[in-house]
């Protein structure tokens, strides 16, 4: 027997190796694989293996992206800070457009008012601020247009100013706010007239001739009279603030906050033709004239 | 010690696939680097020594596969038989042939576990033929990478021969 057994027992062996863990399998084929302490002893071998690997692995992974893959990138970031830039640019013109579309609607909407006023459209093409105060804005349409000294020039908002002097392509508008004009104004609220004239800043006026009887108060809106000849009735001028009520004399001050910064205006109308109050033509505004 | 270094190695080359195709294929594909162990063990390794080490990677086999215990042992073994069948029979040495067992041996356990496990384990819990694609990738990366783990599996053999005193020893 044991002679046999040394004569075989490779064979045997084998045999062994082959039957015994298919009979461990089939024994417990029907039930979930479970693990003994041998078992998670010999995984938990592995584990660091499995952990170094892993380590090597993200960090070349890593190294990778760091390094490697970031070949180039300086050229990209320039390329596609070049592109912002010109994006930007094409953005900045865009918003310019879309204001001017603005403005230009506005201007359309106020051109569509119900009356008898014809309007010329026009670009401001120059501003001149002399040092006296003299404030004028240089339009791109003149006496070949139809434009003529006197005519009110108008925003959507309000009052730019008139018309100074006129060549034949361009055309020059002395602003509300210059020391020079004067423009006859009621207060809508009282309906009681007065002038505003320029005090020659931009985001100034005064209430001129307001008699001390009346009743003004800070934040009265201010439209023109039509009284003065030069611009037509109801269209706005500023809003008071800063009422100082003498305490004698005829007339009390105020200062205006004008409804249009021309500093910041870009295309206006020019009121080539508009109804007047008693058929009354245009006359020269003076300085200080009285409504 | 051959059969436990073997089983080492078994262990090593299961971790390092195992991380391998963790962060390389991400489950998309996998291997069955143990299965060119157990090739090795049918070309060089001798009947005792080899059976022993191939039941060991078998072992491993189960573990890090997650299968019944004693399915991959069995089936480690007769891969073992059956390439030593093979060699007996035909000459193989070059690398291009150990991948190719290799490729082969991974196809056989694969498709042995396959077969066992519809026979003995209930029908719900068997797997089906949709693994078959699955199983000839792990078989033909397996094939593929084979012949790089040749100097290795020398290595550990060369760990365990004795120099043998020649005449001016």
């Known amino acids: 027997m044991f002679a046999l057994f040394q004569r075989y027992r490779e064979l045997i062996l084998v045999a062994v190796l082959v039957l015994v863990p298919l009979g461990v399998f089939f024994a417990h084929a029907k039930r979930p694989p479970e693990r003994s302490r041998l078992d998670r002893a010999v995984v938990w071998l592995a584990t660091p293996v499995e952990r170094a690997v892993g380590w090597t692995l993200s960090s070349a992974v890593s190294a990778w992206d760091g390094y490697v893959a970031l070949r180039g990138s300086h050229e990209r970031a320039r390329e596609a800070d070049g592109r912002i830039r010109d994006l930007e640019v094409e953005n900045r013109r865009l918003l310019a457009y879309r204001s001017e579309a603005e403005r230009l609607r506005a201007l359309l909407a106020f051109t569509a008012s119900p009356d008898e006023r014809r309007y010329l459209g026009a670009r401001v093409i120059g501003v001149r601020l002399g040092t006296t105060g003299l404030q004028v804005l240089t339009l791109d349409r003149g006496e070949a247009d139809g434009i003529a000294r006197m005519m009110p020039v108008v925003v959507a908002e309000g009052v730019v100013g008139r018309i100074q002097a006129v060549t034949g392509s361009t055309s020059d508008v002395l602003v509300l706010t210059d020391r020079n004009s004067s423009i006859a104004v009621r207060i809508e609220r009282t309906r009681a007239r007065a002038n505003v004239r320029g005090l020659g800043k931009p985001d100034a006026a005064k209430l001129d001739f307001a008699l001390r009887t009346e009743d003004v108060i800070e934040g009265d809106a201010l439209v023109t009279s039509g009284t003065d000849g030069v611009f037509p009735r109801g269209i706005p001028v500023g809003r008071v603030t800063q009422v100082d009520p003498r305490a004698r004399g005829l007339f009390q001050d105020a200062r205006v906050v004008p409804a249009v910064d021309p500093t910041r205006v870009e295309e206006v109308l020019v009121m080539t033709s508009w109804e007047r109050a008693g058929g009354a033509a245009p006359a020269a505004l003076a300085p200080g004239g009285a409504p | ?169």
């Open chain 2, 1 to 169: 010690m051959k059969p436990l270094a073997h089983v080492l190695l078994a262990l090593l080359l299961a971790a390092l696939q195992a991380a391998l195709l963790r962060w390389v294929g991400g489950g998309w594909f996998s291997l069955a680097l143990p299965a060119a162990c157990l090739v090795w063990l049918g070309l060089h390794g001798g009947n005792v020594e080899g059976s022993v080490a191939a039941a060991g990677v078998g072992y491993v086999l189960d573990l890090v596969t997650g299968s019944h215990k004693g399915l991959l042992t069995a089936l480690a073994v007769l891969l073992f038989l059956v390439v030593r069948g093979v060699s007996a029979s035909v000459d193989l040495r070059s690398r291009v042939a150990f991948g190719v067992l290799s490729g082969a041996g991974a196809l056989f356990l694969s498709l042995g576990a396959m077969a066992l496990q519809r026979w003995a384990v209930p029908p719900e819990a068997a797997p089906g033929a949709v693994l078959l694609p699955r199983m000839l990738g792990e078989a033909a990366l397996t094939g593929l990478l084979a012949p790089a783990l040749v100097p290795v599996l020398r290595r550990v053999d060369g760990l365990f021969e004795r120099e043998e005193p020649g005449l001016l020893g």
